[in-house]
């Protein structure tokens, strides 16, 4: 998705991104993490009812992070960071967008990695999306993805918007029933920045891309 990956690299500073980020609104915000974990992990059936179950679950939580913490950012990113660890599968979607680079390197780089990619994605709509304009979103039907996966359709609504999410669930057996993938009105989180961390990657390596990471952070720890 192009506003997403504008906000990684430097033109994504333009004010043109805010206000597309601004019109995707909660369904971004839902959607920022999620990436599609590799097809060849190990897995175990999903059932579509819990799957479906996940994802309500997930949607009360995040709604009510949005209605209750507008103004206290700390608060929000510790919740945020909640909904990450018990929802999504963090630890191999940061390994599918490091893509090929993953196994050139090194154990602290790939740990670092994960790390930083984890805490961008947090604090960027943490931050970004803390204005809540009384959007709602409605689970509907899941379908079978292969022999190990689930989509499960949603609609995320308001006054000024209106984005069809689906949500890839998978039973990685380690992990249980986790999000690994997302497509936002029909583009996949998984393309857009494991494409954009390859070509940051090839300019500056993966030390500069993990410098780059790491001053987003503290770029967002500093400006509270």
Partial sequence: MRPF?????????????????????????????????????????????????????????ALSILKTE?????????????????YFAMSSISRTV???????????QQSDFQKLFSEWVLKTYARRFGGYKGEDIAVGDT????????????????????????????????????????SVDGVSMLVTQRSEIASIVKNKGVDGMLDMLRAHVQKADSSR
């Fill in 5 to 61: 990956r504008k906000i990684l690299v430097a033109r994504w500073r333009g004010a043109s991104n805010v206000n597309t980020l601004r019109r995707r609104g909660l369904g971004v915000l839902l959607a920022a993490v999620l990436i599609a974990a590799p097809g060849a992990m190990a897995a175990a059936n999903t059932d579509a009812a819990q799957a479906k179950k996940l994802i309500e679950d997930l949607s009360k939580q």
């Fill in 98 to 108: 490091a893509g090929q680079h993953w196994q050139e390197m090194s154990p602290k």
């Fill in 143 to 182: 379908s079978a993805v292969g022999r190990d996966s689930v989509l499960v359709q949603t609609t995320v609504s308001g006054a000024e918007r209106n984005n069809k999410v689906e949500w890839r669930v998978r039973n990685t057996g380690k992990e249980s029933n986790k999000i690994v993938d997302v």
């Fill in 70 to 86: 507008k103004g206290n950012l700390p608060q929000r990113e510790a919740k945020f960071r909640t909904i990450l660890s018990e």
